[in-house]
């Protein structure tokens, strides 16, 4: 078959689980990934492809036919015009995660804050692909930057991520909810966390390509206590946290006012920032 052949196949089948504008951008990702063709080569081309990619197209047809997600088909995922290696171990990146990146960014550079001294400390608590800690360390040189997350599988993850972008970031595997690890780390001037925060009784209102395959550890918490890691990373601040330093969130939409009152209740200065959807996502705290 031919890369044109494939690219019409590859529609008339996705249609029935995506919507037409998801499908043609899905299949053009994976014919530009496997052929090495631009999107306007693939709809033309009347040269066969080998069977070796053939062979390779049509298992990631089946693929996709089962709901796995594209990012996870082809182990890749762009965050911050860059391109990170996913695989089931880590969530796949989302857009608001990088505006939770660019708020970071914009305040530090603004506030001059992250020197090339490497004095400014920063740590990303479940780092999961590492999207968070590398972007940041590209962006801001000057910081020392700390990731932690529960999965050894993650870490795993994050680690090639930062060798594949040529990045220095310290990664530990910590279980961020057992205060007892928490003694060997140092005081940050940023806090920055993208935790579990989706309740149980949710997972049923999700789509399979998100239940199915994505790790449900780094996505539900209980439904008895939904802010559980915005407690602890509270409590976390309140020891590891520098005069004046700085917490950045993402938060469930539902629960942005609860999230904001749980650091203003113990004298952090709390602010509910929303996406570009106009969204409650973010939060960002000052402390004393």
């Given amino acids: 078959m031919t890369a044109a052949q494939f690219y019409s196949l590859f529609l008339e089948e996705l249609i ?15 014919l530009e990934n496997t052929t090495g063709l631009k999107k306007w080569e ?14 390779k197209l049509r298992k ?37 995660t990088e ?11 603004t506030k001059s804050l992250a020197s090339a001294d490497n004095e400014f400390k920063i740590i990303d608590i479940g780092t999961g692909s590492g999207c968070i800690a590398i972007s940041l360390r590209k962006e801001l040189p ?29 990664f530990f595997h910590i279980h961020f909810l057992n205060e007892n690890e928490w003694q060997n780390l140092p005081k940050y001037d940023v806090i920055v966390s ?25 996505l539900f918490v209980p439904d008895n206590d939904p802010l559980i890691f915005y407690k602890a990373i509270c409590k976390f ?15 469930h939409e539902n629960y942005a006012g609860e999230v ?6 113990n004298n952090f200065k709390s602010e509910i920032i929303k996406d570009i959807y106009g969204k409650e996502r973010m939060i960002r705290a000052i402390g004393n």
Avoid at 63 to 86: A, D, G, I, N, R
Avoid at 196 to 216: C, D, H, Q, W
């Fill in 16 to 30: 029935s689980i995506y919507d037409r504008r998801e499908t043609e951008n899905i299949t053009a990702w994976v």
């Fill in 42 to 55: 693939i709809r033309k081309s009347e040269i066969e492809l080998d069977n070796s990619i053939t062979l």
């Fill in 60 to 96: 990631y047809l089946d693929e996709l036919l089962q709901y796995k997600p594209v990012q996870y088909v082809l182990h890749e995922s762009w965050f911050y015009k860059m391109k990170f290696f996913v695989d089931e171990n880590v969530l796949i990146p989302r857009p608001e």
């Fill in 99 to 109: 505006e939770l990146v660019s708020l970071i960014v914009n305040d530090t550079k």
């Fill in 142 to 170: 000057g910081a020392d930057i700390t990731a932690i997350d529960i999965s050894e599988q993650a870490l795993f993850v994050a680690k090639k991520n930062a060798e594949d972008l040529k990045t220095t970031v310290d």
């Fill in 194 to 218: 993208n935790p579990p925060y989706i309740p149980r009784m949710e997972l049923s209102t999700m789509g399979k390509n998100v239940t199915a395959f994505e790790p449900s550890i780094a």
């Fill in 237 to 251: 601040a309140h020891l590891h946290l520098n005069i004046g330093g700085r917490i950045y969130l993402e938060v």
């Fill in 260 to 265: 904001s009152n749980i650091f203003t209740e």
